[in-house]
């Protein structure tokens, strides 16, 4: 299959995941809104703990691919500050997901239990065998959902090599 030509001179800003997950994502919208309320006692703590709610809320990895000059920066976007990791590319080849399987073991001094399921994860594929992880998620479609929204942004195809 052959790789599909990149558009010429076009840059490409995408949010990839949360920092986050949901739970710590609801946390901090309520600490945002706890620490407004906090400031009209206290200024000093209650502005410590927005930030610290808008902190959670707002923290997400991103990817900046510059087809035009065939760069990337897959970064942690934190309050506008960008840290991560640079790179050049030649092409873009596809995204993918794949599936893995993890297992959890919980116990005490009598026994112990082993969950076992499975989490889809979502990469882009460069031409020089580099790959970015895009995302993960235990929800298939939803991964899913994501990756193709992806993939229309970056103009390349999506494949599926989670199936059995």
């Not at 901090?28 to 906090?38: C, P, R, T, Y």
């Not at 990817?63 to 991560?84: A, C, P």
């Not at 997901?97 to 499975?118: D, L």
């Amino acid at each position: 299959m052959e790789p599909i030509d990149l558009p010429i001179s076009e840059a490409v800003d995408l949010k990839t995941s949360s920092y986050f997950p949901y739970s710590w994502r609801l946390a901090g919208i309520f600490l945002a809104m706890a620490g407004i309320l906090i400031s009209f006692g206290n200024i000093f703590i209650g502005v410590v703990v927005a930030i610290g709610g808008v902190l959670v809320v707002t923290t997400h990895y991103r990817i900046e691919v510059d087809f035009g000059r065939g760069t990337y920066h897959d970064y942690t976007w934190i309050l506008g500050i960008k840290s991560g990791e640079k790179g050049n590319f030649e092409r873009i080849e596809y995204l993918f997901i794949n599936k893995n399987k993890v297992s959890q073991t919980s116990g005490n001094r009598a026994s112990s239990t082993t969950f076992t399921r499975y989490d889809y994860n979502g990469y882009l594929k460069f031409s020089d065998s580099k790959k970015i992880h895009m995302g993960s998620n235990a929800d298939k479609k939803s991964l899913l959902r994501s990756m193709q929204v992806l993939a229309a942004k970056l103009k390349c195809q999506l494949h599926d090599y989670s199936e059995d």
